[in-house]
């Protein structure tokens, strides 16, 4: 699977960014993850997304502020980032596995995208 993710760019605190990653493929039986890496820091996940059970789960730093979904008509997963804060700065990722689940961890996911930088600043 090929993913393509795109979408970041600068914004100001409390602004909102969408980002997307396309699939090369349809992701009906794939679990998908967003992460991020902001500079000197390990790489950390940010939300997911099981198919099979539609669970969601979210890392404390971001619940009500993100929301993860999906497009299948589309092959495409998108990450809606509102209220954003310098804090959110970072590389955003995209991976996906072919299992259920919605586990972030990054060991776990074996398809990566290529990663769109978030800068959030004043």
């Known amino acids: 699977v090929q993913l393509q993710a795109s979408g970041g760019g600068l914004v100001q605190p409390g602004g909102s960014l969408r980002l997307s990653c396309a699939a090369s493929?349809?992701?009906?039986?794939?679990?998908i993850g967003w992460f991020r890496q902001a500079p000197g820091k390990e790489r950390e996940g940010v939300s997911c997304?099981?198919?099979?059970?539609?669970?969601?789960f979210s890392t404390d730093s971001v619940k009500g502020r993100f929301t993860i979904s999906r497009d299948h008509a589309k092959n495409t997963v998108y990450l809606q980032m509102n209220s954003l804060k310098p804090e959110d700065t970072a590389v955003y990722y995209c991976?996906?596995?072919?299992?259920?689940?919605?586990?972030?961890?990054?060991?776990?996911?074996?398809?990566w995208g290529q990663g769109t930088q978030v800068t959030v600043s004043s």
């Open positions: 991976a996906v596995r072919a299992a259920p689940g919605c586990i972030l961890r990054r060991d776990w996911y074996d398809n």
């Open positions: 493929t349809t992701l009906d039986t794939y679990a």
């Open positions: 997304n099981s198919n099979y059970d539609r669970n969601t």
